[in-house]
């Protein structure tokens, strides 16, 4: 009796065993080794974008435009005589001489240079002009007159007024000491040509010309990869000698009304009183000699 049990509990053992070895499983994937999280499939690969970091600084080995606005100091005597015709009235053929200069003033005084540097330097070369005013003063002193009657006085409106334009060129070298800031100090020197022009055909006939040499000091603020400001104090050091005109006055009514058609009009020359008193023609001013400051600031953009 008990091994018929024992018997009839194995075959039910053995049945419970081939039932679940018969049962199916869900297969399973092999197991993948560990990828970093950007090369895993199913997901985006993460692109690091990297930009040049500004260092700011002097550009170097770059070609650079600047445009300066500043202002000359042309109060300054451009032309000085003594004893020279400073007044003639036609009517009744009188003339008074006098010590006279003409006296310049302030003017605007715009710059375009157009540079290269190399490492610490830069190479430029500039063209600008100078524009303003000048008034004639007379020594009232001084005013004499050849002819013992005559009448004739110099009025503030009889005082000559006119204007200059003054053109030059320069090539000059800017050190910097300082390539790498926002800040760059720099000394400059140069060497040009002036050019004058006195609106004044009563003394000074055509334009004039010099060399001239200059130095500064500037300051430039660097903005960005393109764009700076730039500050600049610079001293300009050279010589004018302007040329006479040969007439005083041009076209100027005859006081004899008797006289032929052809002497209706006379030109009256510029003459100056010797040692004698004796009118001479003038030939020749003496030289002047200018330092002039120019101050400017304007904007640089290298490329």
Avoid: C
Avoid at 257 to 280: C, H, K
Wanted: proline content about 6%; aromatic content about 10%.
């Amino acid at each position: 009796m008990r091994r018929a049990a024992l018997l009839s509990g194995m075959l039910l053992l053995l049945g419970s065993a081939g039932a679940w070895a018969q049962t199916p499983r869900e297969p399973q994937m092999p197991k993948q080794p560990d990828q970093p999280e950007e090369t895993q499939p199913g997901r985006e690969r993460n692109e690091v974008v990297t930009e040049k970091l500004f260092v700011p600084g002097l550009k170097r080995n770059a070609w650079q435009l600047d445009v300066q606005l500043g202002t000359l100091g042309l109060a300054k005597t451009f032309l000085k005589a003594d004893r020279i015709l400073v007044d003639y009235e036609s009517d009744a053929g009188s003339a008074l001489y006098g010590n006279m200069s003409l006296q310049g003033q302030s003017s605007f005084s715009p710059q375009v240079k157009l540079g290269h540097t190399i490492k610490s330097f830069s190479l430029e070369e500039g063209v600008g002009f100078a524009i303003g005013d000048f008034k004639q003063q007379v020594d009232r002193g001084s005013i004499v007159s050849p002819a013992p009657t005559n009448t004739n006085t110099l009025t503030d409106n009889e005082v000559k007024t006119g204007s200059y334009f003054m053109w030059f060129h320069e090539t000059s070298v800017s050190w910097y000491p300082i390539v790498r800031g926002r800040l760059l100090p720099y000394v400059s020197g140069g060497v040009g040509g002036q050019y004058y022009f006195l609106d004044s055909s009563n003394y000074v006939h055509g334009t004039t010309s010099s060399l001239a040499f200059s130095t500064g000091v500037g300051l430039r603020l660097v903005g960005d990869n393109v764009l700076s400001a730039r500050l600049e104090v610079r001293n300009y050091w050279y010589s004018v000698d302007f040329t006479p005109s040969q007439n005083f006055l041009k076209d100027v009514p005859n006081p004899d009304r008797g006289a032929p058609v052809g002497e209706r009009l006379l030109n009256i020359p510029l003459t100056a009183l010797d040692a004698d008193g004796t009118a001479q023609q003038v030939t020749k001013y003496d030289k002047q000699s200018f330092s002039n400051l120019w101050m400017s600031v304007g904007f640089v953009a290298a490329f």
